[in-house]
RNA sequence: GGCGCGGUAGCUCAGGUGGUUAGAGCGUUGGAUUCAUAACCCAAAGGUCGGGGGUUCAACUCCCCCCCGCGCUACCA
């Protein structure tokens, strides 16, 4: 079916899962296109829905609540109002953002997976999966660590060996432990229920394969491709856990579904919820954008059901074999639901040179992001969007954060619309001029006003949306070379006339600025609207050239955007740095302890404090510093291997702890009487260890 | 290992089904200008299109080999 045949849009954004905060990689993988994609479609006055949700489900999370000393459900409820939160703050515009937690999508989830199994779609295999004994759970492969059967690395995980690269089963580890209890997990037979892939192997190469070669982007089609062409295999839908969505059926305790088969449900489960909300007026989730006064409750059927309407999946490339190729078996086979017409998949999103991640620390979270820049939702979209990864893994820096805003946002768009405002101002006293007598550069100009919004829609309708921003971008240079190349400023001492239809030209530039910059800063649109004095207007508008009627008065002359400073950014690499260190230092085990000694092994020992009193490099050493130190027995001479961690002046006067019966011993032809003692943290850095009072030199430490 | 996607100016990236001097933005340099958040506007410099073969009148674009990065390899969500 063709574009235009379709006569509404389901269009979905990946359920982020609710074990934690998401980051900028995620936004710029799914949230902002879609945003962007549906933003422009209920501009055009199609009817359209966005659904997402929080995905709440899978062993992630109790292992989260675990981490966290709390319960699941507090883990859920904690990060599903935080991500909800922060999509709201960016202007990301569902119409529900809803929660796998709920009933409804239980309900929904438990029927989907009914209508397959009495279709006698899902086969029943019982098999031996490691069990911990003491936490009382079949272990997820990832859950279970042993000695690689390849290279022998003995921290090898259950599917593969990180040392060696080889890929694993859990029953190939030698020596297998539970991650959970430490314990030798033992094998145990458990019943699953299982979609048979392969079976549908002839129909995705059908569907996919000859039907979305070329509408598809390259990414995903090959993705897919590589899948079908390796074969399918059948595919466990359900788990043993006791979080998540029960198994319908008899004798299915403590099994529940598996959380990649209710995930994409929760597309579905959101829709009927939509209009649940709408037609009750009971709203907890929903949050319509369009005009749903007419809605009937089980109009979420259109939605998912009706051939005319184009179901659009977008996600991060993570994603793509549950939404091309799972989660469309499900649909097809169930014969009740339509496909997904395109799944335009992202790239991932790099920061600084490194791949993004949260566990790692490297990472602009959301709300760490809104936090710091609390006015700025428009500015991470427009640096995201001119940088989205569409054909390919991209890269974020907040060097070039500062110079899309400063450059772009800042000097072309921001500067154009407040040229423009403010000539009107000062000539015109904030009153739109008309438009006399036209010359050649006015048409040219006019004309390509009018190019504009086709162009960018185009981009859109394309999931060409970096392209589409910067055609955004091109339309304010169009108004900045027209005022350049006019110099109403200068005809303002001759000819008044003139400066009007200039400026008339101009504003009407930014008033179309105003209609398709909404899509992609929404905040700035709404912004340069209220400043025009207008409402809104339907994306076909856009590119007229009468939209601003001459003699109506425009608002004060606001700033659009503000630069931002060298300072503001290095505190941000700084931070970033900073977290990164925090979190290795966390994740650095600490070194095991060494064998037992006796008291009288430690009673052998001196340790004293002392007063470094002088303090000097060592010629031809790195690492070495010559210290003079008051051990109140006498002053002697000490080599300390501290000079990469110390200068000779950070350490004069300072109190320390010094063992003084060690054997003398000539280092770098000095006498070394002692060692100082220190502090290595997980980092390497030394840190010296002082009494937290003045002590006096000579004191022993015991 | 296998498969997939990439490797294009200093940086971030575009370049359907092969065809005139390989593009954009930023950065750099020079010019012009002063209405505007020292912003805008104009111009120039800058690339053996990862490497090597091949097909062709013609290849960044098709085929083969190699190198590098990323991803997937099916119970990590």
Same mark, same amino acid.
Not at 124 to 142: M, N
Not at 269 to 294: C, M, Q, V
Not at 340 to 365: C, H, Q, Y
Not at 431 to 440: F, Q, S, T, Y
């Given at each position: 079916?063709?574009?235009?045949?379709?006569?509404?849009?389901?269009?979905?954004?990946?359920?982020?899962?609710?074990?934690?905060?998401?980051?900028?990689?995620?936004?710029?993988?799914?949230?902002?296109?879609?945003?962007?994609?549906?933003?422009?479609?209920?501009?055009?006055?199609?009817?359209?829905? &966005?659904?997402?949700?929080?995905?709440?489900? !899978?062993?992630? #999370?109790?292992?989260?609540?675990?981490?966290?000393?709390?319960?699941?459900?507090? #883990?859920?409820?904690? =990060?599903?109002?935080?991500?909800?939160?922060?999509?709201?703050?960016?202007?990301?515009?569902?119409?529900? =953002?809803?929660?796998?937690?709920?009933?409804?999508?239980?309900?929904?989830?438990?029927?989907?997976?009914?209508?397959?199994?009495?279709?006698?779609?899902?086969?029943?295999?019982?098999?031996?999966?490691?069990?911990?004994?003491?936490?009382?759970?079949?272990?997820?492969?990832?859950?279970?660590?042993?000695?690689?059967?390849?290279?022998?690395?003995?921290?090898?995980?259950?599917?593969?060996?990180?040392?060696?690269?080889?890929?694993?089963?859990?029953?190939?580890?030698?020596?297998?432990?539970?991650?959970?209890?430490?314990?030798?997990? #033992?094998?145990?037979?458990?019943?699953?229920? =299982?979609?048979?892939?392969?079976?549908?192997?002839?129909?995705?190469?059908?569907?996919?394969?000859?039907?979305?070669?070329?509408?598809?982007?390259?990414?995903?089609?090959?993705?897919?491709?590589?899948?079908?062409?390796?074969?399918?295999?059948?595919?466990?839908?359900?788990?043993?856990?006791?979080?998540?969505?029960?198994?319908?059926?008899?004798?299915?305790?403590?099994?529940?579904?598996?959380?990649?088969?209710?995930?994409?449900?929760? &597309?579905?489960?959101?829709?009927?919820?939509?209009?649940?909300?709408?037609?009750?007026?009971?709203?907890?989730?929903?949050?319509?954008?369009?005009?749903?006064?007419?809605?009937?409750? *089980?109009?979420?059927?259109?939605?998912?059901?009706?051939?005319?309407?184009?179901?659009?999946?977008?996600?991060?490339?993570?994603?793509?074999?549950?939404?091309?190729? #799972?989660?469309?078996?499900?649909?097809?086979?169930?014969?009740?639901? %339509?496909?997904?017409?395109?799944?335009?998949?992202?790239?991932?999103?790099?920061?600084? !040179?490194?791949?993004?991640?949260?566990?790692?620390?490297?990472?602009?979270?959301?709300?760490?992001?809104?936090?710091?820049?609390?006015?700025?939702?428009?500015?991470?979209?427009?640096?995201?969007?001119?940088?989205?990864?569409?054909?390919?893994?991209?890269?974020?820096?907040?060097?070039?954060?500062?110079?899309?805003?400063?450059?772009?946002?800042?000097?072309?768009?921001?500067? @154009?619309?407040?040229?423009?405002?403010?000539?009107?101002?000062?000539?015109? *006293?904030?009153?739109?001029?008309?438009?006399?007598?036209?010359?050649?550069?006015?048409?040219?100009?006019?004309?390509?006003?009018?190019?504009?919004?086709?162009?960018?829609?185009?981009?859109?309708?394309?999931?060409? @949306?970096?392209?589409?921003?910067?055609?955004?971008?091109?339309?304010?240079?169009?108004?900045?070379? =027209?005022?350049?190349?006019?110099?109403?400023?200068?005809?303002?001492?001759?000819?008044?006339?003139?400066?009007?239809? %200039?400026?008339?030209?101009?504003?009407?530039?930014?008033?179309?600025?105003?209609?398709?910059?909404?899509?992609?800063?929404?905040?700035?649109?709404? /912004?340069?609207?209220?400043?025009?004095?207008?409402?809104?207007?339907?994306?076909?508008?856009?590119?007229?050239?009468?939209?601003?009627?001459? !003699?109506?008065?425009?608002?004060?002359?606001?700033?659009?955007?503000?630069?931002?400073?060298?300072?503001?950014?290095?505190?941000?690499?700084?931070?970033?740095?900073?977290?990164?260190?925090?979190?290795?230092?966390?994740?650095?085990?600490?070194?095991?302890?060494?064998?037992?000694?006796?008291?009288?092994?430690?009673?052998?020992?001196?340790?004293?404090?002392? /007063?470094?009193?002088?303090?000097?490099?060592?010629?031809?050493?790195?690492?070495?510093?010559?210290?003079?130190?008051?051990?109140?027995?006498?002053?002697?001479?000490?080599?300390?291997?501290?000079?990469?961690?110390?200068?000779?002046?950070?350490?004069?006067?300072?109190?320390?702890?010094?063992?003084?019966?060690?054997?003398?011993?000539?280092?770098?032809?000095?006498?070394?009487?002692?060692?100082?003692?220190?502090?290595?943290?997980?980092?390497?850095?030394?840190?010296?260890?002082?009494?937290?009072?003045?002590?006096?030199?000579?004191?022993?430490?015991?």
């Amino acid at each position: 079916m063709s574009t235009n045949q379709y006569n509404r849009f389901t269009v979905t954004a990946a359920l982020p899962y609710a074990n934690g905060p998401k980051h900028i990689g995620h936004l710029a993988g799914a949230y902002i296109p879609s945003d962007v994609y549906v933003r422009y479609l209920r501009l055009s006055g199609k009817d359209v829905i &966005y659904v997402c949700g929080s995905d709440e489900h !899978g062993t992630a #999370i109790p292992n989260q609540a675990l981490k966290e000393q709390t319960t699941p459900q507090a #883990i859920i409820d904690k =990060y599903d109002a935080l991500i909800r939160e922060c999509f709201d703050k960016l202007g990301i515009s569902f119409d529900i =953002y809803h929660r796998t937690s709920e009933a409804i999508h239980h309900q929904t989830s438990q029927e989907f997976f009914l209508t397959l199994y009495n279709k006698g779609l899902l086969s029943e295999e019982v098999s031996e999966q490691y069990f911990d004994e003491e936490a009382k759970v079949f272990l997820a492969d990832r859950y279970i660590v042993g000695t690689c059967p390849k290279c022998g690395h003995t921290n090898a995980y259950g599917d593969q060996c990180e040392k060696c690269g080889s890929t694993l089963s859990p029953r190939e580890l030698i020596n297998p432990r539970s991650t959970l209890s430490g314990k030798t997990p #033992i094998l145990k037979p458990t019943r699953h229920w =299982y979609l048979p892939l392969e079976k549908y192997e002839p129909w995705l190469r059908d569907w996919i394969l000859k039907s979305h070669q070329h509408d598809w982007k390259p990414n995903v089609f090959g993705q897919c491709k590589s899948w079908i062409e390796a074969g399918l295999q059948p595919r466990a839908m359900t788990r043993d856990l006791d979080w998540g969505i029960k198994v319908p059926l008899p004798g299915a305790e403590g099994k529940v579904l598996y959380v990649w088969f209710d995930a994409p449900i929760g &597309y579905i489960s959101a829709t009927r919820a939509l209009f649940d909300e709408i037609t009750s007026g009971n709203r907890k989730y929903a949050t319509p954008r369009s005009d749903f006064s007419k809605a009937d409750k *089980d109009d979420w059927k259109k939605y998912w059901q009706a051939k005319d309407t184009r179901l659009i999946h977008f996600i991060g490339k993570d994603n793509i074999v549950f939404h091309c190729i #799972i989660f469309p078996v499900m649909l097809h086979t169930s014969e009740e639901f %339509i496909l997904p017409d395109n799944v335009p998949a992202n790239e991932f999103m790099n920061l600084e !040179g490194d791949k993004m991640s949260t566990s790692r620390g490297w990472s602009i979270e959301m709300h760490e992001y809104l936090a710091d820049f609390p006015d700025k939702p428009d500015v991470l979209r427009y640096a995201l969007l001119t940088n989205l990864p569409e054909t390919k893994d991209s890269e974020f820096t907040w060097k070039d954060f500062q110079a899309k805003n400063n450059n772009e946002l800042v000097a072309i768009l921001g500067n @154009f619309v407040n040229r423009a405002v403010v000539l009107t101002q000062k000539y015109f *006293d904030s009153e739109i001029p008309a438009r006399k007598e036209l010359v050649d550069v006015d048409k040219k100009a006019l004309a390509d006003l009018k190019q504009y919004p086709t162009l960018i829609a185009s981009s859109i309708e394309a999931f060409r @949306f970096r392209e589409a921003t910067a055609n955004l971008m091109d339309l304010a240079r169009v108004g900045n070379k =027209y005022l350049a190349e006019t110099e109403p400023w200068k005809l303002a001492k001759t000819d008044m006339d003139r400066v009007g239809t %200039i400026l008339n030209i101009a504003l009407q530039i930014a008033a179309s600025l105003a209609i398709v910059s909404e899509p992609f800063l929404p905040f700035t649109s709404r /912004k340069l609207k209220d400043m025009l004095g207008v409402g809104d207007w339907n994306w076909k508008e856009a590119g007229n050239p009468d939209l601003l009627n001459p !003699g109506t008065k425009l608002r004060e002359a606001t700033l659009l955007f503000e630069k931002i400073e060298d300072a503001v950014i290095d505190s941000q690499i700084k931070k970033l740095m900073d977290t990164k260190r925090a979190v290795e230092l966390a994740q650095q085990p600490a070194v095991p302890a060494k064998a037992e000694i006796s008291f009288d092994d430690f009673s052998k020992m001196d340790i004293r404090i002392g /007063k470094i009193l002088k303090a000097e490099r060592v010629e031809k050493s790195k690492k070495l510093l010559k210290l003079q130190v008051d051990t109140g027995l006498d002053v002697r001479t000490v080599m300390s291997g501290i000079a990469e961690h110390f200068t000779p002046e950070e350490v004069i006067g300072k109190q320390v702890t010094i063992l003084v019966n060690l054997a003398p011993r000539k280092i770098m032809g000095v006498e070394s009487q002692g060692m100082i003692l220190m502090a290595s943290d997980k980092d390497g850095s030394l840190k010296l260890l002082s009494p937290s009072t003045e002590t006096a030199p000579g004191s022993q430490v015991s």
